[in-house]
């Protein structure tokens, strides 16, 4: 179960990120579908493993959506060689720009993500737990 759960969200988050890809336009050499594909996939993945842990979701639904889509949407690899690229054509402060934006801005989306996630677990005023 798990292994089809891995296959199908790979699947789906392979087409989202080529379909997402094409249609976010870029700005200039600024590689912006993939940065913001990748942010999207951190606050994603920081809201999924935070409910998964809260509502005990399913291990195969964890694999498939955490491993397996959320896997094949992001793409650091892409990240990686859009750098280089900057960098090999002499494109320096965007290079440097698209570095510092997918770090910090990944690291903040998966805080925002842990924290949307945790407010599923904290009751509001006036619920009664």
């Not at 798990?2 to 870029?26: D, E, K, Q, V």
């Not at 050499?29 to 942010?39: E, K, Q, Y």
């Not at 842990?114 to 009664?128: C, E, F, I, S, Y």
């Given at each position: 179960?798990?292994?089809?759960?891995?296959?199908?969200?790979?699947?789906?988050?392979?087409?989202?990120?080529?379909?997402?890809?094409?249609?976010?336009?870029?700005?200039g050499?600024?590689?912006?579908?993939?940065?913001?594909?990748?942010?999207a996939?951190?606050?994603?993945?920081?809201?999924?493993?935070?409910?998964?842990?809260?509502?005990?979701?399913h291990?195969?639904?964890?694999?498939?959506?955490?491993?397996?889509?959320?896997?094949?949407?992001?793409?650091?690899?892409?990240?990686?060689?859009?750098?280089?690229?900057?960098?090999?054509?002499?494109?320096?402060?965007?290079?440097?720009?698209?570095?510092?934006?997918?770090?910090?801005?990944?690291?903040?989306?998966?805080?925002?993500?842990?924290?949307?996630?945790?407010?599923?677990?904290?009751?509001?005023?006036?619920?009664?737990?």
């Open positions: 179960m798990n292994i089809l759960a891995l296959i199908l969200g790979g699947f789906l988050g392979t087409l989202l990120r080529y379909g997402l890809s094409l249609w976010i336009p870029a700005a050499a600024f590689p912006v579908p993939i940065l913001l594909i990748n942010w996939g951190c606050l994603f993945l920081g809201w999924l493993f935070t409910v998964a842990a809260i509502r005990n979701i291990p195969s639904v964890r694999i498939g959506a955490g491993t397996g889509f959320t896997g094949a949407f992001t793409t650091f690899s892409t990240f990686t060689v859009q750098t280089v690229d900057a960098l090999d054509s002499g494109h320096l402060a965007i290079a440097l720009a698209y570095l510092l934006s997918s770090l910090i801005g990944g690291l903040l989306m998966a805080w925002a993500g842990v924290n949307l996630g945790q407010k599923m677990r904290t009751p509001k005023a006036g619920d009664h737990a």
